[in-house]
């Protein structure tokens, strides 16, 4: 008697069946990865902004500032002013948010503004608590704290101490 080779029609279609099943149940966990990821990008680079805006004002030993662009949802600028003696003006930063569900909100203390003197220090802060930028997508939420100096950091807890 000869044996054939391959899958039955019933075969194929379990399998196809179980991996509907499988991929339905796979897809949304993927989007919430997905959206944590693309919020932990746009607060790394939130953070990286203002850690290379204070490491440029200590380096050219100029004010630097960094501002939003119209909204901090559309971006941020970094500047050097040219309030003290020996500093050009330059466009050190420009990052313009890509995506449209992406929120960037402050509490009210940081304004338009941080400004970073020559020795690192952030100008006007009020610290601890006070000043912290919340960032959100599709309901993932983040927080960026700055410290009295200027120091941004991310706590791990979701809210500055």
Known sequence: MRYWR???????MITLALLGVVTALAVPSFRELIDRNRLSAATNDLVSAFLTTRSEAVKRECRVSISRN?????????NVLTD?????????????TSSAKLGVTTNGNIG???IYSPDGRAVGLAGGNNDFFTLTYNGQTRTVCLTQNGRPYVPKGGSCP
């Open 84 to 96: 003290l003696a020996g500093c050009n003006s330059l466009e050190l930063i420009n990052h313009e």
């Open 6 to 12: 391959g899958y039955t029609v019933i075969e194929v």
């Open 70 to 78: 119209g909204t901090w949802n559309v971006g941020w600028t970094a």
């Open 112 to 114: 338009n503004a941080v």
